[in-house]
T-cell receptor
Framework: GAVVSQHPSRVICKSGTSVKIECRSL??????MFWYRQFPKQSLMLMAT?????????EQGVEKDKFLINHASLTLSTLTVTSAHPEDSSFYIC????????????FGPGTRLLVL | GNSVTQMEGPVTLSEEAFLTINCTYT??????LFWYVQYPGEGLQLLLK?????DKGSNKGFEATYRKETTSFHLEKGSVQVSDSAVYFC?????????FGAGTTVTVRA
């Protein structure tokens, strides 16, 4: 199988604080990880793509200083929402791709962020 | 740009009914097409895919055919079960980037 986990599954924080979300590939090494954001009743929007050991590539309109992505190893990527505000409240989903000819993305269960 | 439009839900069906979820796309280049499913409390799972025109993807009784002439990839299942209750997402991939539809919630009643 190819299992991707996220932690935490949900988090509530105060406005102005920073929140870190972890994405782990549990049984495979992920050459590439993706971060998506999903608003209620809307589709997933790709925020950024990260490759292990290099800087993330952000989609147009996504603030890289606001959403810090670190892909420190082949099994872990983190998304830090800095100085969170209520408009950052959303469902954040990561996915991971093995690479080496296999292009399927395996998705994590998502993290619900609520900023008060 | 690339975009996916899929049938709005929610869709409620009785067990053994026929299910169709329409999906159309706009893309530059030659996309691969996917259907993902999200069961309650779980992450998205790949249901089926097609990589070129006229390909048919199938899995768990679901089918979808890549129709380039109508830019469509409609999902069908002939006889649904309660366990098929989930949110279904149509998606396209160009390069390594996935673009998703808004998702269709399907509820199957016994």
């Amino acid at each position: 199988g190819a299992v991707v986990s996220q932690h935490p599954s949900r988090v509530i924080c105060k406005s102005g604080t920073s929140v870190k979300i972890e994405c782990r590939s549990l049984d495979f090494q992920a050459t590439t990880m993706f971060w998506y954001r999903q608003f209620p009743k809307q589709s997933l929007m790709l925020m950024a793509t990260s490759n292990e050991g290099s800087k993330a590539t952000y989609e147009q309109g996504v603030e890289k200083d606001k959403f810090l992505i670190n892909h420190a190893s082949l099994t872990l990527s983190t998304l830090t929402v800095t100085s969170a505000h209520p408009e950052d409240s959303s469902f954040y989903i990561c996915s991971a791709r093995k690479g080496r000819g296999e292009e399927t993305q395996y998705f994590g269960p998502g993290t619900r962020l609520l900023v008060l | 740009g690339n975009s996916v439009t899929q049938m709005e839900g929610p869709v409620t069906l009785s067990e053994e009914a026929f299910l169709t979820i329409n999906c159309t796309y706009t893309a530059t280049g030659y996309p691969s097409l996917f259907w993902y499913v999200q069961y309650p409390g779980e992450g998205l799972q790949l249901l089926l895919k097609a990589t070129k025109a006229d390909d048919k993807g199938s899995n768990k009784g679901f089918e979808a055919t890549y129709r380039k002439e109508t830019t469509s990839f409609h999902l069908e299942k002939g006889s649904v079960q309660v366990s098929d209750s989930a949110v279904y997402f149509c998606a396209l991939e160009v390069g390594y980037k996935l673009s998703f539809g808004a998702g269709t919630t399907v509820t199957v009643r016994a």
